[in-house]
Each structure stands twice: as structure tokens, then as C-alpha cells.
């Protein structure tokens, strides 16, 4: 009609222009998105903390807050593997009277130390401080190296297994301070408690066969004791002559028979493995493997 404004076109053109115009926004759309979707990453990636090394070695000046933290954060119990006192975390003061301090207010705390240790009156005496704070103590003939198991979240110890006069550093690896949990309970299920300086003839005959069933060595035994090598070996000769026993083995056995001597004990040294692992030089997984492949 003249003068309209309508104009006649087809619908199946008028409707396909509009889909080629709305096809034409939505890939402008997911061109916008896909850029803020870039965005968002790389602020994300900008913004992120940096992830903590797994092993990250310790320095003097950073040592006593770090081993504070390390406590701090600790909600498990502390496992403390001790070959010497004169080096190590040990000889940092200022941590060790905090340390103290954690234990006595009731921080659970187990603490291996190597029967050199007990040589030393002064150290003797350092040792029943701790126990008098509270803290588990236990003594093994030949602790393997020096380390600290912070709960299930970190280990402190020498770079160089079994040198604690090397470097100290910081474990987070997970697996690594796991294996290192397994290593302290094996140990410390093989190991014996704090002797008592005194005690009847009776006690101490229990207590020598029960040392000789873990493993111990004569001159560790002496040490362990606070007796003479002699003393040791003449104590023995008698026990086995009271007991008819030919050989040290047939001394065990013989002990278990009389009910002197728990029988679980005698099994517990090879159960761990620790016969074939003192002073082999190997490494906490290296252990674990050679206990599974037998």
C-alpha cells in the first residue's frame, strides 16, 4: 500500500538474520569469557603463596624460632632420637629451656638416647631433669642418627645420616616424615628404659638377661649398668651356670623356661630388624624395604 511503512518480506529471511546476528554476540560472549577465565588464573597464580621446600636446611640464627614453630604446631607426640648432647638442636639454650618447659606443662615427648650417654655422670643427670619434666626416655645400643619427628608434619636432622656434627635440616615431604615415624616406634619398641643405677642382685639378673635378649652387647651392657666389663661377663658365666645353659642362645631360652624372662622380649629384635641394621649405614626407607623383603 502506498504511503505504508510496512514492507513485505519473507519470515524465513527476516528469522535467519536474526539467528546469524545472535550466532555473531554469543561468540563475542565466549570470547569474554574465555579472556576473564585467563584473567582469573594468572591472578591466582600471582596471588598464591610459594610452596614450601621439602628439605630446607637450618641456619644458627633461625634455628630457635624455627625448632618453637615446629613445637608450636605440634599436636602429636614429639620423637627424639639422640646420639650425642654436645651437638645438635640439643646445645641450642634458649630452645632447650622452652622445650623443657613444653614438656613440663605436659607435651608428650619421647626421647631415644644412645647408650653412650650414660658415660657421663653430667649428662646422666641432664637426662633425669627430662625425665623428672615428664618426658618417655628409653636407651638403645647404637641409635642410627640424630633426628627430631615433629607430631606427623616435619623432621629435624643432620643433612649426613648418622653425622650430627653435619649440617641440621628441615623434612616436610610427608612420605619422608612418615617413614620416619615408623623408623622411631621400630626403634624405640627395641630399645630398653633408663637403668636404675641401684637394685637387688635378683632385679639386676632380670634386667641383664633382658638386655642380652635385645641385642646388647657386653661392653653396651657395662655401660648401660654402670658396671665394670668384668662384672658383665662374670654375671653371665654365673647365669648360665644356674640356668644349665651351654651358650648365651640356650641362655634365653632357658630364662624364658624359668619365668625370668618374657618371651615376647626375646622376639623382638628380630622383629624389628635392628640386628641388621646398626651400623649398616642405611637409610630409614632403605630399612623398611629390607624388613618387607624377608
Known amino acids: 500500500m502506498p504511503g505504508?511503512?510496512?514492507?513485505?518480506?519473507?519470515?524465513?529471511?527476516?528469522i535467519s538474520r536474526l539467528i546469524v546476528d545472535e550466532e555473531a554476540r554469543l561468540r563475542v560472549r565466549q570470547a569474554d569469557l574465555a579472556t576473564a577465565r585467563n584473567a582469573l588464573v594468572r591472578l591466582h597464580d600471582l596471588g598464591a603463596a610459594p610452596a614450601v621446600p621439602a628439605i630446607t636446611p637450618i641456619t644458627v640464627e633461625v634455628a630457635p624460632a624455627l625448632l618453637r614453630s615446629l613445637l608450636d604446631q605440634t599436636a602429636g607426640p614429639v620423637r627424639n632420637a639422640v646420639m650425642r648432647m654436645d651437638?645438635?638442636?640439643?646445645?641450642?639454650?634458649?630452645?632447650?629451656?622452652?622445650?623443657?618447659?613444653?614438656?613440663?606443662?605436659g607435651k608428650e615427648q619421647r626421647t631415644l638416647y644412645d647408650d653412650s650417654v650414660l658415660e657421663s655422670p653430667l649428662l646422666a643427670a641432664e637426662i633425669a631433669e627430662w625425665a623428672a619434666a615428664g618426658e618417655r626416655q628409653r636407651v638403645l645400643a647404637g641409635v642410627p642418627s640424630e633426628f627430631v619427628v615433629y607430631g606427623d608434619h616435619a623432621v629435624v636432622g643432620p643433612e649426613v645420616w648418622g653425622d650430627p656434627t653435619s649440617q641440621y635440616v628441615v623434612v616436610r615431604d610427608r612420605?619422608?616424615?612418615?617413614?620416619?615415624?615408623?623408623?622411631?616406634?621400630?626403634?624405640?619398641?627395641?630399645?630398653?628404659?633408663?637403668?636404675?643405677?641401684?637394685?637387688s642382685d635378683q632385679g639386676e639378673d632380670e634386667h641383664l638377661l633382658d638386655l642380652l635378649s635385645r641385642g646388647f652387647k657386653d661392653e653396651a651392657?657395662?655401660?648401660?649398668?654402670?658396671?665394670?666389663?668384668?662384672?658383665?661377663?662374670?654375671?653371665?658365666?654365673?647365669?648360665?651356670?644356674?640356668?644349665?645353659?651351654?651358650?648365651?642362645?640356650?641362655?634365653?631360652?632357658?630364662?624364658v623356661r624359668a619365668g625370668r624372662l618374657n618371651a615376647s622380649v626375646t622376639g623382638s629384635r628380630s622383629d624389628t630388624g635392628l640386628a641388621a641394621y646398626q651400623g649398616s649405614g642405611t637409610t630409614p626407607l632403605q630399612l623398611g624395604r629390607r624388613e618387607r623383603s624377608g
Open 4 to 14: 505504508s511503512d510496512l514492507i513485505d518480506e519473507d519470515p524465513r529471511e527476516t
Open 87 to 105: 651437638v645438635g638442636s640439643g646445645t641450642v639454650e634458649d630452645w632447650m629451656s622452652y622445650n623443657l618447659e613444653v614438656v613440663r606443662d
Open 221 to 255: 651392657i657395662a655401660r648401660y649398668l654402670g658396671w665394670s666389663l668384668r662384672t658383665v661377663r662374670r654375671r653371665v658365666a654365673r647365669l648360665m651356670d644356674e640356668l644349665g645353659a651351654k651358650t648365651r642362645f640356650q641362655l634365653g631360652a632357658e630364662a
Open 175 to 199: 612420605m619422608i616424615v612418615l617413614a620416619f615415624v615408623d623408623l622411631f616406634d621400630r626403634l624405640w619398641s627395641a630399645a630398653s628404659p633408663i637403668p636404675a643405677r641401684r637394685g
